[in-house]
């Protein structure tokens, strides 16, 4: 699915040199580096503060707890997407509150929102899921409707570019009152170990988040809150300071790898490619996914295995149906979308380094079989 190997070669001077600089300082934990690359994303993203940490799942988590939010209040989240999302809602005490997505973008679906809000709801977890933004507009409105915060899980659209309805372009995650970010190897920006972040605009929501990341320190062995360990180490900023400025070429070859895959699909009755909603978001296309209509995509999955093409099925269960995510108050008929999505989707490889040959390769296997 991932070419980290190739993608390596291409920087293995540049990263074999920082590594060893690291080793050498012995700086392995909130060294200069660190600092360097918090200083690196916050130009990137053109946002205030980013707080880098351990994940993307203690970026979430973190955020959450810097909001200050309690046992029993509400969080709206997706249906469709990775459990980290909703389980640190849940490992919090709060209550996670599942809605429907939507068909062509996959993203939160902006009526389930409204639909979902009580006088318990405290915040909106919109993911940007497989690399393009959801809904920006439309939600930072409700939140403001209701005072809600907006939290917006990015791990899966860093570099994406968001063009709002007064025409502002934003980058993702750079929108709501927060956001998290993961760095994990296979993201579009990837370390080479663990690693996450958190970015704001709000000075005060930083300096808490600063402490909480830190055992609740926010002056040497005095613990004002309960916070947790989460650090990026230097070894993994050093990575991420040489990766940082590919970032837009990285999501480029993508781009470009998904317009060969989609020109390859036209005309494809059974195969809708992915929608990209431009007038709103770029996409960066952490995943390439294509919807197979006819049926046959548990049969493609095991097609594609035996040939040797690596694919996924991003998501195969919807959140809402997941044993420890059950709620009584859920109904099913408010989650027709991502009851269907799990049947249909299927998602290519997707990395940097896919080339021509690797794409039709995979494109007509794909048409081969779907239409035989
Ligand atoms: C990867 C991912 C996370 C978690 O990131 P980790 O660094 O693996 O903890 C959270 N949310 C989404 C949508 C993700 O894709």
Redesign the pocket.
Known sequence: MVDLKGQYEAIKEMVNSSVLEVLDSTAFINGPKVHEFQKNLEDYLGVKHVIPCA????A?QIAMMGLGLKPGDEVITADF??A??VEVIALLGLTPVLVDVEPDTFNIDIDAIKKAITPNTKAIVP?H?FGQCANMDAIMDIAKEHNLFVIE?N??AIGATYTSKNGTKQKAGTIGHVAST???PS?NLGCYG?G?AIFTNDGDLAHAIRGIVNHGMYRRYYHDVVGVNSRLDSIQAVVLNTKLPKLDAYNKARQNAAEKYTNAFKGEENIVTPFINDSQSTHVFHQYTLKITNGKRDALVEHLNSKGIPCGVYYPVPLHSQKAYQDSRYNEADFTVTNQLIKEVISLPMHTELDDEQITFITNTVKQFING
């Open positions: 994940n993307g799942t203690d979430l997407t990775f980290a999302t993911v899921l899980d791990a899966q993961s760095f994990f993201k663990d996450g």
